[in-house]
T-cell receptor, first 116, second 112 residues
Framework: GAGVSQTPSNKVTEKGKYVELRCDPISGHTALYWYRQSLGQGPEFLIYFQGTGAADDSGLPNDRFFAVRPEGSVSTLKIQRTERGDSAVYLC??????????????FGEGSRLTVL | GDSVTQMEGPVTLSEEAFLTINCTYTATGYPSLFWYVQYPGEGLQLLLKATKADDKGSNKGFEATYRKETTSFHLEKGSVQVSDSAVYFCALHLGANSKLTFGKGITLSVRP
């Protein structure tokens, strides 16, 4: 597709359930990022992939959060035993190789997660 | 740690008014600085950037100058349009890191 695609756009779940959020980056982009944006806050970094490997996962808040990118393209963010505090918009971004030569990340519209 | 502080919002202006959105930063080194914009129903997109002190980034009539002495990167536009209504985020990146650090964002509404 032309841009970064995220599904679902909205997800409502109950506390304690498992959730998967999917990101389709721009074709050919090797770098992929996940951010979380809580209400009234700016995006907060979660994890960065270069190709298939997680190059930096220092932003994952705890071991309930995990992300994969098995073929170096699509990525899935997985949240186990969801808590109400996990409610947020989860943003995915991609860039051609790491982005820092241009500073440009291309963001999807986000997946809004609501945990009841 | 590294951080970005943006002025409190929201901001409401009339069309053709002058815009300033303040942004200051705290960083352990010399970061690159960015403004990202999120239009309604769209993803965040890069508006402009500056990579070293005294650089000026510009795009779509917006400008911001990297001021090391005041650790600031204020966004300005001489004459706003209704189509500029959006959420604006200031962000920084330090060379050794893989991530962007964002401010809280500010909502701009421009009325006709």
């Amino acid at each position: 597709g032309a841009g970064v695609s995220q599904t679902p756009s909205n997800k409502v779940t109950e506390k304690g359930k498992y959730v998967e959020l999917r990101c389709d980056p721009i074709s050919g982009h090797t770098a992929l990022y996940w951010y979380r944006q809580s209400l009234g806050q700016g995006p907060e970094f979660l994890i960065y992939f270069q190709g298939t490997g997680a190059a930096d996962d220092s932003g994952l808040p705890n071991d309930r959060f995990f992300a994969v990118r098995p073929e170096g393209s699509v990525s899935t963010l997985k949240i186990q035993r969801t808590e109400r505090g996990d409610s947020a918009v989860y943003l995915c971004a991609s860039s051609l190789k790491g982005g820092w030569d241009t500073g440009e990340l291309f963001f999807g519209e986000g997946s809004r997660l609501t945990v009841l | 740690g590294d951080s970005v502080t943006q002025m409190e919002g929201p901001v409401t202006l009339s069309e053709e008014a002058f815009l300033t959105i303040n942004c200051t930063y705290t960083a352990t080194g010399y970061p690159s600085l960015f403004w990202y914009v999120q239009y309604p129903g769209e993803g965040l997109q890069l508006l402009l950037k500056a990579t070293k002190a005294d650089d000026k980034g510009s795009n779509k009539g917006f400008e911001a100058t990297y001021r090391k002495e005041t650790t600031s990167f204020h966004l300005e536009k001489g004459s706003v349009q209704v189509s500029d209504s959006a959420v604006y985020f200031c962000a920084l990146h330090l060379g050794a890191n893989s991530k962007l650090t964002f401010g809280k964002g500010i909502t701009l509404s421009v009325r006709p």
